[in-house]
């Protein structure tokens, strides 16, 4: 594929204005597993020229916020991002506070600590409304679209590429935005999949930036990208094949070849259970079906929100642990339930705080 264009950053879905350090990090990571873009602004004058400036979907506004009295954040935001969805969020939540938000703008109300699925919710519905406001817009908004899109065709004239080469490299790129989030599991939404896998391709780019784009770098390119992602999704080795002039069919022979490579889903943490025949006789199989109800998944499964994965490996040498489990770098003889809940846990307590 053919790379054109100056880079830019996607459109933000969420900006959060929370000086509650943690609370904001476990709402950005919350709706980043999700695949919505998120910011986050410490302070209230940050946030609000941060969402004049990138004028997000939906603000999640905590009214205590430092650096704006009360409610005035509300208020300004109105003025400052006409077309965002102000949703409130916290910690110290009473029906006047509740009213108030409402009065003056704000699309939903949230007690902290926040619960992920009404999180999730209360932001989809924000973000459908958010692109109900912006079609008020839309006379504008279309004049400067079509502006940066003659740019584009300039440009791509000037690389020697017609106007219909251009659009079938496009449709072939939101061809990829399908597939990817329906390979995720995701209910397809033009806009939010085609922005997800063009920052996905800006992020390869800078892997390969690094390496100087040279091909006898793919390897390495491939194992960051891994590193990354957590596998290798199509449309990145499709990307990487266009930006090294690298036949695709050779990088999917490199990607068969090396164990380390994924060409499916896999969540953050990897839990790998020995079926070797040590483990086997001394209880494997009673390990596994313990793992597998903990994290609710089957031996080759991966979570929606991409954060475990369980697989069975014939051999994890390290016989004298039987029955053995690896999860992501560390080794566990035969754990029972109450210890995998703590491991899963912890885990979810260190993503919360990362």
């Keep these: 594929m053919t790379v054109i264009g100056p880079e830019a950053s996607p459109p933000l879905d969420v900006l959060i204005i929370d000086d509650d350090a943690a609370s904001a990090e476990a709402c950005r990571r919350i709706l980043e597993e999700d ?9 209230g004058e940050q946030g609000l020229r941060m969402a004049e400036a990138d004028n997000p979907s939906v603000v999640l506004l905590d009214p205590e916020i430092a650096g704006v009295a009360g409610f005035e954040a509300l208020g300004r935001l109105a003025e400052a991002a006409s077309a965002t969805v102000p949703v409130v ?12 938000s409402m009065r003056l703008g704000a699309h939903d109300y949230l007690a ?4 992920p699925e009404r999180l999730l919710e209360s932001v989809r519905r924000g973000v459908e409304l958010g692109r109900l ?23 791509a004239y000037s690389l020697g590429m017609g106007k219909r080469t251009l659009l079938e490299e496009l449709a072939g790129l939101e061809t990829e935005a399908k597939r990817h989030a329906q390979s995720l599991g995701r209910t397809w939404d033009k806009g939010r999949a085609i922005a997800e896998i063009r920052e996905d391709l800006l992020q390869a780019d800078a892997i390969m930036r690094s390496y100087g784009f040279r091909k006898n770098a793919l390897i390495q390119t491939l194992l960051d990208v891994q590193e990354k992602f957590h596998w290798l999704p199509r449309h990145i080795l499709e990307w990487i094949s266009g930006r090294l002039d690298v036949p695709l069919r050779e990088i999917y022979g490199i990607v068969h070849f090396y164990e380390a490579f994924s060409l499916e889903p896999r969540g953050r943490h990897s839990f790998q259970v020995c079926t070797g025949t040590a483990c086997h006789v001394r209880g494997s199989s009673e390990l ?8 609710g998944l089957q031996p080759g499964q991966t979570d929606s929100r991409l954060t475990y994965t ?11 642990l039987a029955p053995v489990i690896q999860i992501d770098s560390d080794y566990y003889r035969d754990p029972d339930r109450s210890r995998l809940d703590k491991i899963i846990k912890t885990m979810q307590r260190e993503e919360a705080q990362a």
Excluded: F, I, W
Aim: glycine residues 8%; contains cysteine.
């Design 133 to 155: 406001r912006r079609r008020a817009h839309a006379p504008r908004m279309k004049q400067d679209l079509l502006l940066q899109a003659l740019a584009l065709l300039e440009e």
């Design 112 to 115: 902290k600590p926040v619960n």
């Design 35 to 43: 695949g919505y873009r998120v910011a986050v602004a410490g302070d």
């Design 288 to 295: 596994l079906s313990r793992v597998s109800a903990a994290l």
């Design 89 to 100: 969020m916290t910690g110290k939540g009473t029906v006047d506070s509740a009213v108030e």
């Design 310 to 320: 369980l697989e069975t490996v014939h051999c994890l040498g390290c016989c004298a």
